[in-house]
């Protein structure tokens, strides 16, 4: 079915436009261009969002500032293994994958980190990512109270993951 998603749309296209009597070439071309701009647009600031977490991952700052956090994590009912799975989450959805792959991999997938590491990242989203490529997309420059109220969500999404897999298993 998806090999002819794209086809079908661009047949659908051509149809609407031969039959409003416009040129369907011009529109699809318009169409490009200003999937091209808003790329150019989005473009620096992934790469340095990208650039961010790679450092952050290189430098071991990741691991040091997550072993400072562990105690509060453990307030909270986060199993302290998860902290640099929440301090990774909101900025990188690949590494956090990566790292929820890695912790599984060391405490077991049915085991109570497991668990809590599979339920954490289907619960909580990218967060800095998803702004910059919407507000990027939008022009919007100040993110005002988005930012904050954001990573207030991740976190309640976070701690809710970690005590209904408790409660769970």
Aim: charged share 15%; glycine share 8%; with cysteine.
């Amino acid at each position: 079915m998806t090999d002819y998603l794209v086809p079908l749309i661009l047949l659908t296209v051509c149809c609407l436009a031969l039959r409003k009597k416009e040129n369907a070439y011009n529109i699809l071309i318009g169409g490009a261009a200003d999937g091209l701009k808003l790329l150019l647009t989005l473009t620096p600031t992934l790469i340095l969002l990208l650039t961010a977490v790679t450092m952050l991952r290189a430098s071991g700052a990741v691991e040091v500032i997550s072993a400072y956090l562990a105690p509060i994590f453990r307030c909270f009912g986060i199993p302290p293994e998860t902290a640099i799975l929440v301090l990774i989450r909101p900025i990188s959805g690949s590494a956090a994958l990566a790292i929820g792959a890695d912790l599984m991999t060391r405490h077991g997938v049915d085991s109570i980190i497991g668990r809590t590491v599979a339920v954490m990242l289907g619960s909580t989203e990218t967060t800095f990512y998803t702004i910059s490529v919407y507000f990027g997309a939008a022009g919007i420059k100040k993110t005002r109270y988005t930012v904050p109220a954001a990573l207030i969500a991740d976190f309640v999404g976070f701690t809710v993951a970690s005590l209904t897999v408790r409660l769970l298993f």
